[in-house]
Each structure stands twice: as C-alpha cells, then as structure tokens.
C-alpha cells in the first residue's frame, strides 16, 4: 500500500490516517483489494456527546477513528462506571463484538465532534475470508488492549484539546492560562491559541476548516490550549466542538453567580464530560463556600489555586496531563500517626500530593495534607486533639457502644468547619454503609461528618447517621479505597497499608494466660510474649472484610508501603511520635528507590520555593 | 506533603497565655525561703508562748527568723544557686535549722521535719557535696546555739501543739512539693515535645536544603551528589553538546524576565529530549545530553523555537521576535567541578572544543542558525537536509541545514 493510492472524494481528507489503520488491521494489501476495502468504508459524523453505542448492544459494526475524539466507558457489575480510554484518529473501535459476535464491552461516546469510517460485519468477514492474516492482527489488537500493553487503553490519558474559559478577565486569569501553558511544557509541547492567533496562524479561510487545522495542529504537539473569546463567536464554537476538556477559569474574589459567556455556553448542546472549574485565589485567602459554585454549574472536578502559587498550578497541569500522584491512607487507628511520617518523606523526596483519600484514621490523616497543612503541624494538632482533648474520652455503657462519640463530634466539627470542597486538595473519605452494604465515598459536604463516619469503628462508636443511612467505619468493606482514587484520578497512585499480617506479622505458637503475657510485658529481663489482644482482633476482624479488597488495592497501587509497626496498638495514642517516625523511616528509602524509575514525578522547583516560604516565614 | 507545603517548625505551648509575670528562679527561692522560715518561727513561737509560757525564750532567735530571708535575698538572691557563692543561703538555712534543732531537741518532730526538707533541699539542688556541707551548716547552728546557752528546758509532754503544727506543715510542704514536680514534669514532657517539633523541623529542613542543593545542579550531577554523596569528573564517550543564543530581533538587550522565561520553558523542553543545562552566560546556554543524540538535540532546538515563535514572552515589543541560534557537537566530553566550594562545574574535551568552534561560525555567519560539527552529523541516523561547509579561514568545517539558515 502506498500514499499515492487514491481513496473516494469523500474520504480523502482522512487517507493517511485510514491507511495508517487498515495497514494494521491487514497488513499491507495489493492496490485492487485495497480499493475494494475502502469502497465498503462509509463515513459518519458524531456530535459531541453522542453515543456511538452502548455496552450491552449487538455489534455489526467496526470504526476507525478519523478525526475527533471518542471516550470508551465500562460499567462494573458494581454500577459503577470507569472511562477507560479516549480513541484518537487511527484507532479502531468496536472490533471485538464483531468479530466474536458478543454484545458490545463498553459504550463509546464522542467527546468532540468525531468523524468515522464504518465497515458492517458482512464486509470484514467477506474481507476475513479474503485475508486471513486479519483474524491475527485483530486478535493481538485486542489482547493488547485487555492487557494494556498498547491501543487506545495505553493512551488513556490523552486528553490534548483543553478549552480554557476566563470567567473574569482579570489579571489572576490570565496569568494562570499563561502559567498553565509554561507548566504543562513538562509533561509534552504546547500549543496555546486564541481567536486572533488562530486567524493569523490559519490564515482567514472558512471558520469550518478550523476543526481539520485543529487536527493537524494536534499531531504536532502533545497539547493545545484553545482560548476561548469572552463573548459568543465562532472562534468558541470551534473550540466547542474540538475541546476534549473545558476549563473554566476564575477568581474566587469575584462572586460565584454565571457570567454571561458561561451563560451563552450553557445554551450550546451538553458536552459529554463536564467542564472543571480553576478558582484563582488571593495570596493568602483561604477557599470558601466552594459550593455556591458548583451547584450553579456542571462541574466535573474543581481545582483551588492560590494567585503566583506555581505548585498550585503545576497541580492542574499534572492533571491535565494524567500525571497527578494521589495518595490513598488506610484506616488503623493509632497506627496510622505512620502516615504522617510517611507524608514527610514524600515531601522530602520532593514529590507532590495531589488529591488524598482513605478510610477511618487514613482520612483522618488526609485531612491535614489536604487543608495545606505540613506533617509537622498536622502531628501537633492530632497530638492536641488526642492528648489534651481526649475525645474518645466519653466512655458509656457498653450497649450501643464503648463510647458515647459527642465529644468526639465536638473535636472534629471544632478542628474540621470547612466543607470538603473548600480543600486546597481533592479529597475523599470512604465509610461503610450498613443499610446498604456498600461503600460510601464522601468527596463532598461538611469534612468533619465524612470524617466522623469513617472513624466509627464498630463497638468502640456508635454508627453515624446520615440521610437515614447507618454509617460505619470505612475500613470494614475498603480499608485501602486505592480503587476509589483510580476511578477519579489519573497518574500514579501511593497506597499506605497498616495491616497487621504484612511486613510485622507475629508468629503465634500459642494463646498465653493472661498473668503470663502481663508478666512478660511487666517483669524486667523477661521477653515479652506476642499475643492476639483484644484491640488487635477488634481491629483485624473489623478489617478483615476488606482484606481481600487491600490485595486488590496492593495491586492497584503504583507504590505500596506498610510500615511495620508490630508493637503498636490501634488504640496506641501516646506513642504517636514513635509510630510517625517508623513510617518516615520505613518510607523514606522506598519512595527514593521508587522516584528512580519515576524521575518525572519529582518537583525540583519545589525544594527552593519550600525553602523560599520557611526563610520567609 | 510536596515541599512547597512546608510551614515553619509549629511551638508547642499548651500553656494558656496568663496576664501574670512568671516568678524568675531567684524569685521563686526567696519564696520558698519565706515559708521555710514562716514555719520555722510559727513552731519556735508556739513552742516557747504556748507550751514553756515564756514567748521571748528565744526572741533574738525569732528576730533572725523574720530578717534573714530578706537581708539574705538582698545580699545574695542575685546569686546563680548552680554555682557554689549562690548556695551560701542554702548553709545559712543550714545555721538556722540547728539553731532550731539545738532549741527544741533534735529528737522532736518538729525538728526531724525541719532537717528532713533540709535535706531533700540540699539533695536536689546540690547533690551529695551540699548534703554534706548542709549537714556541716546544721551541726554549727546546733553547737552555736548550745554553746550560746539558748537550749531551753524541754517543753511539757502533754504539750502536743508543736507535733501537730509540724504535721501539718509536713502535709502542707509535701502537697507542695508533689504540686512543684507535677508542673515540673509537665513542664519536661511539653519541652520535650518542642524539642522534638524542633528537631524534626531542622530534619526537615536539612533535607529541603539538600533537595534545594541537588536541583540546583544539573540532573546527572545530582544524581551523582545525592548517591555517592560527592561529585566526580567523569568521561562521557557519546554525548552530544549545544550551546543556545537568543537573540531578540531587531537586536537590543534582553532584560531579566525575558531571559528568564527563555531560560525556564527552554530547560523544560530540553530536560524531556534528555538533555541537562550545565550552565548559562547571558542568553546563552551550554547544554549537555548523556545519552541524547544529535537528533534529539535538533529537535529540542525546534521544539523552543517553535515554542516562541507561536508564544512571543512578556517583554517583546511589537514587531520583536525571538531568534534561536544553536551549535551542536557530539563525541567524547569531560565533566567534573572545577570549583568544588562553588559547586562550578566545567566541561571540557574534543566535542567541547568543537563546540565552541562550530559557535564562532554563528558570530562570522549572520544568517546561519544551527551549525553542526562533522563529528555530530556522522552520528546521525538520518543526515540528510544538511549541507558541508568545508573549513574557511578560521572557520571550522561544519554542517547546516540545507534550506536558508534555519534548523526546521
């Protein structure tokens, strides 16, 4: 096959990109054959947003992407649903339920106005027959897809088209399109573009040729900034309808009600994948009534950015680029004082967090990092609230619980006012949900309610009650919701287990009489006996539901860590110091080793602006 | 925590702010002193009016009760009491105290307490040599006062009063001294805790100026620096060299800001086609790539230039532009510090001076803006495009790009 075989009128505009897959869907083909495949190929248009087919449908067509964007979803058994690729031109989509004759995997949708070339079932058996060289070359296209070696899952985080929109035409906006542009030259080149840059760049043909120069301005850079026009022009349209992603930019100061181009926005046809929200902050304010800005949008994600903040900014391009390094902390009570030390080694290291999440203690700890607070203060205000204000101090009768759990309210809503979206960092806490038996994932609402449901350990605190569901302890059903994280964020995930079992596991010979393990823990020269305590089987029956899920998360995790703290208690308060150190020290080497292979995770500039802000301070 | 989350090192102090002046330690024994004595009189003065009958037994004796705390504070009180002048209170409570003894009969309660928180005293704040020169103080009150004849008649059995004055007193000092080293541990667990903030702070700290050290210095070397904790020289057979020059067209000066995000979004873009920038002179860059070859160095050149012809940086006025012009080489270099205090590193061998030969081309040749060495064009893969420019003169052979001056 040679470029200089002609296809049809109709699809000449896309040869390259249908050579280039027809040559991988049969290999090369003699020029008759060749004319004779592309004749069968017929062309159709999605809009963005429309469905090309559901999972569960019958499949008699196979597509080959030609221009645009498409998004494959997978619905779990679970109901969950997972976007797990974004076909690009060249792809083929839909192979697979006709040539297995199953229903369709997945649904594809367009996320930008998508051209395909179509080919019905009859045609690519006929051309099967033909070829039989095309039976492999599908078989292999689709178990490396399954595997992720290669194809359009390998590529999922390709978003390449981001439709920036100042809501304010302030100069914190447009600094940070400016900003984002320089920080993404990290992760690929860069395109940045507005109306008057398009014309003088595509000269003045029609507005409609926009979308192909578009095209070929994406194969030449790994991503474009589409600017958009503060009013209502053709230039938005276009970016509209080219934009794998709409970034609506805006200062925080200026008051959440919708401007009028969000307004003229809204009357354009719904995108597929909701836009995400930049609040731009004054130095030193704290975000604030976050809400009063989402329920007046579709916002998928929302991103809080401090004005000059380059680390806030390099945040939303990590994002962007699929390269955002989420940590996940697991529930464990008084051992989890561990991820603090591990916190502090990351920050040694000189990684970023970009989003947090966990169950029981693990969200407790997450908290800290994600108001923007540094290990050292996050283990002082946990020292304080533990030390001096006790709140599992309200002991009751044993009915409904050991403990009563106000007073424990009354520390939280005090350390905890914000709501969740007013965090500098995404964040989310998982409890379990015993009216449903499910998992419950608290990424919105007053922080110190989610907080309060995932540390209600069974027996020690009474279920929290919430919108008439009874909610326990997160880590009963996802003591490690590495899973969680993977649904929402793209880029490296850091899972901290506390799993009794792991590293520390206690060999156990026999069960000793109490006076014998007393006398081994308080009798000097004697060796202290190991034994299964009352706390650490409360704690390892309350998590051994979610065990099978921590493997699952183990595997999940592009980085797992489980300090051995064998000696500490769940219920170890005073020992904080000590148990925050084993976590530094067991996470510290791991995370270098690690940041070996990963050297692009590794935010150099952060070590002279930290130390810029301590010399400062 | 990424590093630009660090906040300053948090104080501990679970202390709640109190309007009241805090004693100083002197303070605090001048007060400590004016019980001591307050007890000492109350038992003599109870002792001699309300059991002997005769209130002025010892009146003198109670005159230096009342007086020596403070003529003692004044005399001594500024005293440091770690070192030996400051304890000569302590010995003088010592007098005192045998005084006291001799009066009321050393086998008295009363006079068992006053020589048990003698004791204790001495023990805590000087150890084994001041119990033992207190002791020495107490025997001379006692053998002063005898000699002195002040030793009353011993008082009446059936007179109780100072045993229970003395109890009471015991209970009182006890309560008080238990109170003292309650704070006192108190006070060491939260010092502690600071103390450890502290250090953790300073850990912390040490390991962002190590961070901040190591991203300072090219990525090879840092690596080298962060694992073997030293920089070596070492030869690199295959690397491949640029030196960039911006220049803004029409010519003028660039100011600071425009050269710095010049140097920023080119260090960006070089760093993700393997290169390192070793060090800068103006708006001139020399660039290492270890393993990069010459083609990845013509694309990292095409990659910035394309970059500001489509972003034109803040500081160009209108009708300026950006102009890039690159020399290349490849072939064997050696990098080491040159300057170790400095941390300066240099480069040095046969594709570092062709380098700076191919860079002179540059500055003899207006309209050319990539030179290559021959030594670089042999490596590669596809060399096609350029053309040879044999030596002229004093300008080396090299290559450039085919089509007018420019790499693309």
């Known amino acids: 096959?040679?470029?200089?075989?002609?296809?049809?009128?109709?699809?000449?505009?896309?040869?390259?990109?249908?050579?280039?897959?027809?040559?991988?869907?049969?290999?090369?083909?003699?020029?008759?054959?060749?004319?004779?495949?592309?004749?069968?190929?017929?062309?159709?248009?999605?809009?963005?947003?429309?469905?090309?087919?559901?999972?569960?449908?019958?499949?008699?067509?196979?597509?080959?992407?030609?221009?645009?964007?498409?998004?494959?979803?997978?619905?779990?058994?679970?109901?969950?649903?997972?976007?797990?690729?974004?076909?690009?031109?060249?792809?083929?989509?839909?192979?697979?339920?006709?040539?297995?004759?199953?229903?369709?995997?997945?649904?594809?949708?367009?996320?930008?106005?998508?051209?395909?070339?179509?080919?019905?079932?009859?045609?690519?058996?006929?051309?099967?027959?033909?070829?039989?060289?095309?039976?492999?070359?599908?078989?292999?296209?689709?178990?490396?897809?399954?595997?992720?070696?290669?194809?359009?899952?390998?590529?999922?985080?390709?978003?390449?088209?981001?439709?920036?929109?100042?809501?304010?035409?302030?100069?914190?906006?447009?600094?940070?399109?400016?900003?984002?542009?320089?920080?993404?030259?990290?992760?690929?080149s860069v395109l940045h573009l507005d109306a008057a840059t398009a014309s003088r760049r595509f000269g003045s043909e029609q507005w409609q040729d926009y979308g192909r120069h578009l095209d070929i301005c994406e194969d030449e850079h790994d991503f474009l900034l589409l600017e958009a026009d503060a009013e209502s022009t053709p230039w938005n349209r276009v970016c509209l309808a080219h934009a794998d992603k709409i970034l609506l930019i805006a200062e925080a100061a200026c008051g959440p009600a919708l401007t009028p181009t969000e307004q003229q926005m809204l009357s354009a046809p719904p995108r597929t994948s909701p836009a995400d929200l930049i609040l731009v902050h004054p130095s030193g304010a704290m975000p604030r009534n976050t809400r009063n800005w989402l329920v007046r949008r579709n916002i998928g994600r929302h991103h809080h950015v401090r004005r000059n903040a380059d680390s806030d900014i390099e945040r939303v391009a990590r994002a962007i680029s699929g390269q955002s390094v989420s940590l996940v902390l697991a529930g464990g009570g008084a051992r989890g004082f561990a991820h603090l030390g591990v916190i502090r080694a990351l920050g040694e290291a000189g990684i970023p967090i970009d989003a947090v999440g966990g169950a029981s203690f693990g969200a407790l700890a997450a908290t800290g990092i994600a108001r923007g607070l540094?290990?050292?203060?996050?283990?002082?205000?946990?020292?304080?609230?533990?030390?001096?204000?006790?709140?599992?101090?309200?002991?009751?009768?044993?009915?409904?619980?050991?403990?009563?759990?106000?007073?424990?309210?009354?520390?939280?809503?005090?350390?905890?006012?914000?709501?969740?979206?007013?965090?500098?960092?995404?964040?989310?806490?998982?409890?379990?949900?015993?009216?449903?038996?499910?998992?419950?994932?608290?990424?919105?609402?007053?922080?110190?309610?989610?907080?309060?449901?995932?540390?209600?350990l069974p027996a020690i605190l009474p279920p929290s009650l919430q919108n008439g569901h009874l909610l326990i302890d997160g880590g009963v059903l996802n003591n490690l919701p590495v899973d969680v994280m993977r649904e929402r964020i793209r880029g490296p995930v850091i899972a901290v287990d506390l799993a009794i079992g792991g590293d520390d596991h206690a060999e156990h010979r026999s069960i000793p009489g109490v006076l014998d393990y007393l006398k081994s823990r308080l009798m000097p020269g004697k060796q202290a006996i190991e034994a299964p305590t009352v706390s650490r089987v409360i704690l390892q029956v309350t998590t051994m539901a979610s065990r099978r899920e921590a493997r699952n998360a183990r595997r999940l995790a592009d980085l797992y860590l489980n300090p051995p703290l064998g000696s500490h208690d769940f219920l170890d308060w005073s020992s904080m110091r000590q148990i925050a150190d084993i976590g530094y020290r067991h996470a510290l080497p791991r995370i270098r080793d690690w940041l070996r292979e990963q050297p692009q995770l590794k935010d150099p500039a952060g070590f002279i602006r930290a130390l810029q802000t301590r010399m400062a301070a | 925590m990424p590093p630009a989350q660090t906040s300053p090192p948090v104080r501990s102090s679970d202390t709640p702010p109190s309007g009241r002046q805090p004693?100083?330690?002197?303070?605090?024994?001048?007060?400590?002193?004016?019980?001591?004595?307050?007890?000492?009189?109350?038992?003599?003065?109870?002792?001699?009016?309300?059991?002997?009958?005769?209130?002025?037994?010892?009146?003198?004796?109670?005159?230096?009760?009342?007086?020596?705390?403070?003529?003692?504070?004044?005399?001594?009180?500024?005293?440091?009491?770690?070192?030996?002048?400051?304890?000569?209170?302590?010995?003088?409570?010592?007098?005192?105290?045998?005084?006291?003894?001799?009066?009321?009969?050393?086998?008295?309660?009363?006079?068992?307490?006053?020589?048990?928180?003698?004791?204790f005293n001495w023990m805590v704040v000087g150890g084994v040599a001041l119990v033992v020169a207190g002791a020495s103080s107490l025997a001379a009150g006692m053998f002063i006062m005898g000699a002195a004849g002040g030793i009353a008649p011993p008082a009446p059995a059936d007179c109780s009063l100072p045993d229970w004055l003395a109890g009471l007193f015991l209970a009182g000092y006890l309560l008080i001294v238990a109170g003292v080293l309650h704070r006192l541990v108190q006070e060491l667990g939260l010092h502690q805790v600071a103390l450890q903030a502290e250090s953790d702070a300073l850990r912390h700290a040490k390991a962002l100026a190590e961070g901040a050290l190591i991203s300072a210095l090219p990525s090879g070397t840092a690596r080298q620096l962060a694992n073997h904790g030293k920089i070596e020289s070492e030869t690199i057979d295959d690397a491949t060299l640029l030196l960039l020059r911006m220049d803004i067209a029409p010519p003028r000066h660039p100011a600071l800001e425009l050269l710095g995000a010049w140097l920023q979004a080119s260090d960006l873009i070089l760093v993700r086609h393997g290169f390192e920038m070793?060090?800068?002179?103006?708006?001139?860059?020399?660039?290492?790539?270890?393993?990069?070859?010459?083609?990845?160095?013509?694309?990292?050149?095409?990659?910035?230039?394309?970059?500001?012809?489509?972003?034109?940086?803040?500081?160009?006025?209108?009708?300026?532009?950006?102009?890039?012009?690159?020399?290349?080489?490849?072939?064997?270099?050696?990098?080491?510090?040159?300057?170790?205090?400095?941390?300066?590193?240099?480069?040095?061998?046969?594709?570092?001076?062709?380098?700076?030969?191919?860079?002179?081309?540059?500055?003899?040749?207006?309209?050319?803006?990539?030179?290559?060495?021959?030594?670089?064009?042999?490596?590669?893969?596809?060399?096609?495009?350029?053309?040879?420019?044999?030596?002229?003169g004093c300008l080396p052979s090299h290559y450039r790009p085919a089509e007018s001056g420019t790499p693309t």
């Open chain 1, 1 to 188: 096959m040679t470029m200089t075989d002609r296809p049809p009128t109709y699809l000449q505009a896309y040869a390259e990109t249908l050579f280039w897959a027809i040559e991988r869907l049969c290999g090369t083909l003699d020029e008759e054959s060749l004319s004779q495949l592309i004749g069968k190929i017929s062309l159709r248009h999605l809009v963005n947003g429309e469905i090309l087919y559901r999972q569960g449908d019958r499949g008699d067509e196979m597509h080959v992407v030609l221009s645009g964007r498409l998004q494959v979803r997978v619905m779990s058994p679970e109901g969950t649903e997972r976007i797990v690729a974004h076909p690009q031109p060249g792809d083929i989509v839909g192979e697979m339920a006709v040539f297995s004759g199953s229903e369709r995997a997945a649904t594809i949708c367009a996320i930008r106005d998508t051209m395909l070339g179509t080919i019905g079932r009859q045609d690519i058996e006929a051309l099967a027959a033909r070829f039989p060289q095309v039976f492999s070359n599908v078989t292999r296209m689709i178990v490396r897809r399954l595997t992720g070696a290669s194809g359009h899952i390998a590529r999922r985080s390709g978003l390449r088209s981001i439709m920036l929109i100042r809501l304010h035409r302030g100069d914190a906006t447009e600094e940070f399109a400016v900003r984002l542009r320089m920080s993404l030259l990290r992760y690929g």
């Open chain 1, 374 to 456: 540094s290990d050292a203060e996050s283990l002082e205000e946990q020292r304080r609230a533990f030390t001096l204000e006790d709140p599992l101090g309200d002991y009751t009768l044993p009915i409904l619980s050991l403990v009563r759990g106000d007073h424990l309210e009354r520390v939280l809503e005090q350390h905890l006012p914000m709501d969740i979206e007013d965090l500098w960092l995404p964040f989310f806490a998982v409890s379990s949900n015993l009216t449903t038996s499910q998992v419950n994932v608290h990424d919105s609402g007053p922080l110190w309610r989610a907080i309060r449901a995932s540390v209600s």
């Open chain 2, 23 to 119: 004693f100083t330690p002197q303070g605090k024994i001048y007060v400590i002193r004016i019980i001591y004595s307050i007890m000492v009189f109350t038992m003599l003065a109870t002792r001699d009016a309300l059991c002997a009958g005769r209130p002025f037994e010892h009146g003198w004796l109670l005159i230096v009760l009342a007086i020596y705390p403070h003529a003692g504070h004044l005399l001594f009180g500024r005293l440091d009491i770690r070192r030996i002048r400051g304890r000569i209170m302590l010995l003088i409570d010592g007098l005192i105290g045998g005084a006291f003894i001799a009066v009321t009969g050393s086998i008295d309660t009363a006079s068992i307490f006053i020589a048990a928180i003698l004791l």
């Open chain 2, 278 to 392: 070793i060090k800068t002179f103006g708006s001139r860059a020399l660039v290492l790539g270890r393993t990069a070859t010459p083609e990845d160095g013509i694309a990292a050149i095409r990659e910035i230039e394309a970059y500001f012809s489509n972003h034109a940086p803040a500081g160009l006025a209108d009708g300026e532009h950006l102009l890039l012009r690159a020399a290349l080489s490849s072939g064997s270099v050696r990098i080491g510090p040159v300057q170790e205090e400095r941390l300066n590193l240099e480069l040095c061998g046969a594709a570092a001076d062709a380098l700076a030969e191919a860079f002179g081309v540059l500055a003899e040749v207006p309209e050319a803006r990539l030179v290559i060495t021959p030594a670089a064009h042999a490596r590669m893969h596809a060399p096609a495009g350029y053309v040879f420019h044999p030596a002229d």
